[in-house]
């Protein structure tokens, strides 16, 4: 039985460099215009309503991305960002996933992102809830080794659809 679990820890420790010697770190920094599309969810007022999270108010985020690329194509790190919605502040933490499609200088590339974000709004201490995005872009890569990107998707988050258009880089 030791010998199992011992065979199964190198195998694991093994698997763990390869991986890691074939993985660079990355950060990426990015801003974005968040139009709103539309409440996701259709609420009938009771007492104690105060209105949606984000009835018709567009916003902007600021956000940082620490992560790991592995090999040419995925990326996965872990971000946290800044947002304010006409004068709501709000916060998010979140994992970023990007996959590019093509090995070139301009790519196309997808991207999804899952986390949580807050907002101090209109309640008592505010509202959180979980923050789901999908997305899709171009990237470039510079000769310095920087990449720059464009993109943009669907945003679900606080009972709402938006449409993020995003412009970032990644060092």
């Known amino acids: 039985m030791k010998l199992r679990y011992s065979f199964s820890l ?29 409440n996701t969810i259709m609420i009938e ?19 940082i991305i620490n992560g790991v690329q592995f090999g ?18 709000g916060a998010s933490g979140f ?13 196309p590339s997808v991207s999804a992102r899952f986390g949580y974000s807050h907002l101090w709004n209109q309640y008592p201490g505010g509202t959180g809830t979980t923050l789901v995005e999908f997305g899709i ?7 310095s080794g920087k990449e720059f990107y464009f993109k943009s998707g669907a945003l679900f988050m606080q009972q709402s659809l938006l449409a993020p258009v995003r412009i970032g880089m990644i060092f």
């Not at 007022?45 to 956000?63: A, I, N, R, T, V």
């Not at 872009?137 to 000769?143: C, E, P």
Request: with cysteine.
């Open 10 to 38: 190198l195998i694991l420790f093994f698997v763990s460099i390869q991986l890691l010697a074939q993985s660079s770190y990355k950060f990426s920094i990015e801003s974005g215009y968040l139009p709103f599309i539309g």
């Open 45 to 63: 007022p009771g007492p104690g309503w105060k209105g949606h999270y984000l009835s018709d108010q567009c916003g902007f985020d600021l956000s």
């Open 72 to 89: 040419e194509h995925f990326k996965a790190g872990i971000g946290t960002g800044y947002m304010n919605f006409k004068q709501v502040n």
């Open 95 to 107: 994992l970023d996933l990007n996959c590019n499609l093509f090995d070139s200088r301009l790519r």
């Open 137 to 143: 872009g171009l990237v470039y890569s510079s000769d």
